[in-house]
């Protein structure tokens, strides 16, 4: 075992949570590719129950794709803290002398990169099926870049609070659909109005002053809960 | 009765205050209820543990 | 101050004050609930505009109120407990949390059964005041679930304090979305914001009906709370002994 003398950086740190979570999402693809399939197949469900009118999907398409973004994100948050809670490396965080908002943050950031920004990605496949017009299309995505950063922020948190409680799935949802609300009102509303012709800085403002927001406070709420789930 | 049945309004009208009572009804039911069970609990297991706490 | 604070909130001082000061809550209550019904139905004139359909707002603004001011003294309270680590503070939250609840159903019932005459039809989407009521419901749903999936009472008052608090920074958030959401498309919002304009025999009744909210709820909430230190101290002492001597049963 190698003695360090100082205690690694603060970005070292969040860095190297990051970067095993990364890694483990390389060697398990299911777990980044699920939510995707999830996504692609939710958004699949709305012309097939609605009809395939294609005015009503041109009208329904932005908020289809958000409320399926929103539960595809919900799904990959349940197991955020669930593989560090089992294999034992979350009591290691909790007894680091990192700061634990920093390694929370820094997971949090990998969550996103595996699951928030394939969502962008792969958004505008499923949009073209929506006929979403490109212009629209962008938007979309642009949106959808901010609102993910929220949401697995946000996300982090109820994970948190539901790690290793039983049944924990319906839990975080009704834990975190209510505070994604605003998210995904301005996101999907945007998008609807740009659709229409209308102006969008308003709402992406808002996206990006809250994600500002989450991204500072929520690496503190989820820090404390898990604390206090691992009390 | 003209002004119980306040235009055509009455139904509605009287069905909300009828809620609202049966809502504080409700509520003070379970207030009393819940004290009653935790006090009767707390009095069974006293009375099988006797002593232990 | 401290000493004092400490003294009422010490498990079984409570317990024995809290029945002493219930009726101090429920008389006033029940009094003015008496006024406000009789002159909210029989006294106060019909709306010009709504007619007689105006008065459900006696009973939808009190509780529209009591479900925030719940999640406020809910919010507060688990911040309190979460700092000071004050015992009684998280058996406040808890005992607000399903209070706050049944408040918020009624102001969504009554709100909803109003839109039936003014805007023929039982929910009406476009209204930001209803929308953010069943939202709020969703919150205190989520937050009594936490609270009932954790067996270990301190652990449940911890995790869902930090719920109450992340809660509470959104709340607001959620309001303001909300209006900018139905805003795009000119909904009816239920209460114009007459003010002080609003006539003294209309106001009266509504200001009465909104302070005998607030008695009961306290008298609702101080019994709660009490059930609640009881269950929390169910292996203390103190309770085994009032227990034995069969006093402090109601």
């Known amino acids: 075992m190698i003695e360090e003398t100082d205690t690694p950086g603060v970005m070292k740190a969040m860095a190297?949570?990051?970067?095993?979570?990364?890694?483990?999402?390389?060697?398990?693809?299911?777990?980044?590719?699920?939510?995707?399939?999830?996504?692609?197949?939710?958004?699949?469900?709305?012309?097939l129950a609605v009809g395939p009118s294609n005015e009503q999907l041109e009208f329904s398409g932005p908020g289809v794709l958000w409320t399926a973004a929103l539960l595809a994100t919900l799904l990959s948050l349940n197991s955020l803290f669930v593989t560090d809670f089992e294999d034992g490396s979350l009591d290691q965080m909790l007894v680091s002398s990192v700061p634990l908002p920093a390694l929370v943050l820094g997971k949090s950031i990998a969550h996103w990169l595996t699951s928030g920004l394939p969502l962008v990605i792969i958004s505008p496949v499923v949009a073209i099926t929506f006929r979403m017009p490109s212009s629209v299309t962008g938007v979309l995505m642009l949106t959808l870049l901010l609102g993910t950063v929220s949401l697995s922020m946000l996300g982090s948190i109820g994970a948190a609070l539901t790690v290793g409680l039983h049944r924990a799935t319906a839990l975080l949802s009704l834990l975190i659909l209510p505070l994604a609300m605003p998210v995904l009102i301005f996101g999907a509303r945007t998008v609807s109005l740009v659709a229409s012709g209308d102006i969008v800085a308003g709402g992406l403002y808002f996206l990006a002053a809250y994600a500002v927001l989450v991204v500072s406070l929520a690496p503190f709420a989820t820090a404390a809960a898990l604390r206090i789930s691992n009390e | 009765m003209e002004g119980l049945t306040m235009g055509s309004y009455g139904a509605y009208v009287w069905s909300c205050f009828i809620m609202g009572g049966l809502v504080l009804l409700i509520c003070d039911w379970r207030a009393r209820s819940l004290q009653r069970k935790v006090y009767r609990d707390i009095e069974v297991r006293i009375k099988a543990l006797g002593d232990e706490l | 101050m401290w000493k004092f604070i400490h003294k009422l909130a010490s498990p079984p001082h409570f317990y024995n004050l809290a029945p002493k000061l219930v009726p101090w809550f429920t008389v006033p209550g029940v009094l003015l609930v008496a006024y406000g019904v009789y002159a909210g139905l029989f006294l106060a004139p019909a709306d010009y505009q709504q007619g007689d359909a105006f008065r459900i707002i006696y009973i939808h603004v009190p509780s529209a109120y009591l479900s925030m001011m719940a999640y406020m003294i809910m919010a507060v309270s688990a911040a309190i407990g979460l700092i000071w680590r004050i015992k009684l503070s998280h058996a406040v939250a808890a005992a607000a949390a399903p209070l706050g609840a049944w408040f918020t159903f009624l102001a969504l019932a009554t709100g909803s059964i109003w839109g039936r005459p003014m805007w023929g039809t039982w929910w009406e989407w476009g209204d930001p005041r209803l929308t953010s009521e069943l939202i709020m419901l969703f919150v205190y749903f989520g937050y009594m679930a936490l609270r009932a999936a954790i067996?270990?009472?301190?652990?449940?008052?911890?995790?869902?304090?930090?719920?109450?608090?992340?809660?509470?920074?959104?709340?607001?958030?959620?309001?303001?979305?909300?209006?900018?959401?139905?805003?795009?498309?000119?909904?009816?919002?239920?209460?114009?914001?007459?003010?002080?304009?609003?006539?003294?025999?209309?106001?009266?009744?509504?200001?009465?009906?909104?302070?005998?909210?607030?008695?009961?709820?306290?008298?609702?909430?101080?019994?709660?709370?009490?059930?609640?230190?009881?269950?929390?101290?169910?292996?203390?002492?103190?309770?085994?002994?009032?227990?034995?001597?069969?006093?402090?049963?109601?």
């Open chain 1, 16 to 47: 190297a949570v990051a970067k095993r979570d990364l890694v483990l999402a390389w060697k398990r693809p299911g777990d980044v590719l699920n939510p995707l399939f999830f996504f692609a197949m939710v958004a699949t469900l709305f012309p």
């Open chain 3, 151 to 250: 067996d270990d009472t301190a652990k449940a008052d911890k995790a869902s304090a930090v719920l109450a608090l992340v809660g509470a920074v959104n709340v607001p958030i959620i309001h303001f979305s909300v209006e900018w959401w139905s805003s795009l498309h000119q909904g009816a919002t239920l209460l114009r914001k007459d003010g002080p304009a609003m006539d003294p025999s209309m106001l009266y009744p509504l200001l009465a009906m909104i302070l005998a909210f607030t008695f009961l709820f306290g008298a609702l909430l101080t019994r709660r709370i009490r059930t609640e230190v009881l269950f929390r101290e169910r292996r203390t002492r103190w309770v085994k002994d009032m227990v034995l001597s069969a006093k402090g049963r109601n």
